[in-house]
Each structure stands twice: as C-alpha cells, then as structure tokens.
C-alpha cells in the first residue's frame, strides 16, 4: 500500500508525536513497506533516508526515497534508485571502510514470485549513489528474503538471517568474512530463530535480542509476534539459543499478518520493539504497537521456569 504515516519519539517510545504533514507530498505514491535507515558520508555527516519499494501502484521506478540532513525536521524526496524489488532494504550495514551495504530481495522482473533472490548494493557517498546490484543469495527450491544483516561481536564477520518464503522448514543464514564480496552458501538457521522479517540489537552481556515474526515449524506461537535470545555463537554454531519469548499475540484472521519490527536499546537497558500487529480482538483492523521490556525481566521469569 501508500507510504504515508510517520511518528517521532524523544522519550524512548513513550509517547509519540505524528510528522506526517512534514514529508513531501509526493511520499503519499511510495509503495510498500518504508524502511528507515542513518547512513553516513565519507565526512561522517549523518543523514536519514526513508526507502520505499516503488513509487507508485503500477510499480514505477523502483525503490524512491526522501532524505532529512536535520535528524528528520524536514524532508527532501530525492530521485528513485531504479532498482526493481519487492521490498526495499531490510538492513544495512556499516563496512570497515566507511561504506554502506544494503540487502533486499526481488523475484523475477522484481515481482513478489518465486524464485526469490536476495541483492546487494554499495553507497560510499551517505546514501546518493549505489553500485550496480548482485544477487548474494539463491537456493534450489526455497525464497530466501527480507535479510537482516549484522556484524559479529569480534567485527570480522557478517551474518544474514534470511526469511524463507515457502515457510515449509527454518530460515535461512549465511555469513562473510570479507566484508560482502563473497558470502557462504546458505543453509538452515537454528529452529527458534525460524522466522519472517528479523531485526536485532546486541546487549552490553554479548548475547543478542532478535524480534520477528515466528515461523518455526510446530511452534506454539507460529504467526505470533516473538523475539529470541541467544549469542552469536550460538548462530554460527547452529545451537537452539537461550530462550524465545512471545512478545505479542497476533489477533488477525491471518495470524501471521504481523511481526515487521525496529528493534532498540535504550541508555537504561529497556528493549523497545515496534511493530504492525492486531493486538486485540474485535473489529479494529491492524495497529502500530511498541513493546518494552529489560532482559533481567525475562532471565527472571526463565529463571522462576527453572
């Protein structure tokens, strides 16, 4: 659907206050699913950019977006990158040498049919300019999407959870030790990190803390909205992880019409996860609803388990 909604909160989520008469009004024909990312220049200026997946019903140029050089007072639409996709990116990356990679997904002619590929580009500008793309990822038989990428804890490697879009067994990891010129073959995620959309934040311990949509096979929360606790380790070395919590219940016809997160770390610890979900039952249609929690809380409650 339209792009259109955005909210700003300085209080860590607590309340929110709403900027939609701040974008361009051109942002109203941006198609599916915005994302927002930081991305600096060579001069270590931050910039936002909002990255949408075309910009307009019939498709158009592919991924159109508008950037703020004041941390999202005002905005400037700026010429689509004309990259044919179903989503934008699902995450970026800083690379050691100041540049950026970005990870998306598009079928054939970029349509939203299989087989599905996963993509990556390169800015070393902040965000203006991207390197012709390559796809990273295909497997025999599944849809690899929606990556999220992120670096390992002694910054010598990346890792790329994948969606895996036939949703007939786990999802989909693969790793780089070169900064994104070569990654390894994907294969199978441990069973508890089998899910749609993951985003992820690491915690001053080591472990990391990944919100998305659960798919795991014969899980009892399969649609719900979860997150997973673990350490890095524990995805390279494809081990279960600590613990799974179920964040929200999902009261949509379709259960599994929810669960596309942003995922933060506040100074104080709290876990701020925001995402899409029918949170109640009744006649009200889907919500944006924010989650929060501290990791002490669910060690206690694993612990009261125990």
């Known amino acids: 659907g339209s792009a259109g ?20 009004p051109n942002f109203s024909k941006h198609q599916n699913c915005p994302s927002i990312y930081r991305i600096a220049d060579p001069e270590g200026k931050p910039r936002l950019w909002v990255f949408s997946a075309a910009l307009n019903q019939r498709g158009g140029p592919g991924m159109p977006s508008i950037m703020s050089e004041d941390d999202g007072k005002t905005w400037t639409e700026m010429p689509p990158l004309g990259f044919p996709c179903v989503m934008t990116f699902s995450s970026v990356v800083t690379l050691k040498d100041g540049r950026t990679l970005g990870l998306y997904h598009k079928g054939p002619d970029g349509k939203d049919r299989a087989p599905l590929t996963v993509l990556q580009t390169i800015t070393a500008d902040g965000g203006f300019t991207w390197s012709e793309p390559r796809v990273v990822a295909e497997v025999e038989g599944k849809n690899p999407c929606e990556p999220f990428v992120f670096r390992s804890p002694d910054g010598d490697e990346l890792c790329c959870l994948m969606r895996e879009n036939t949703h007939r067994g786990r999802s ?8 994104g010129q070569t990654w390894s073959t994907p294969v199978d995620t441990p069973w508890g990190l089998s899910g749609d959309r993951h985003i992820g934040v690491p915690l001053p311990d080591g472990r990391w803390v990944f919100a998305f949509r659960d798919q795991a096979p014969g899980s009892p929360t399969r649609g719900h909205f979860v997150a997973w606790v673990g350490t890095y380790e524990d995805i390279r070395k494809n081990r279960p992880g600590q613990y799974r919590i179920k964040l929200l219940h999902s009261h949509a016809k379709n259960v599994r019409d929810c669960g596309y997160p942003g995922v933060e770390l506040l100074p104080d610890g709290t876990i701020v996860a925001t995402t899409y979900i029918k949170y109640r039952p009744g006649p009200e249609k889907h919500s944006v609803v924010t989650t929060r929690f501290r990791i002490e809380e669910t060690d206690a409650l694993l612990r009261d388990v125990e």
């Open 172 to 179: 989909l990891m693969m790793f780089s030790r070169d900064e």
């Open 5 to 24: 909604p955005m909210a700003k909160s300085d209080d860590g989520g607590l309340t929110w206050s709403r900027l939609d008469d701040q974008l361009p």
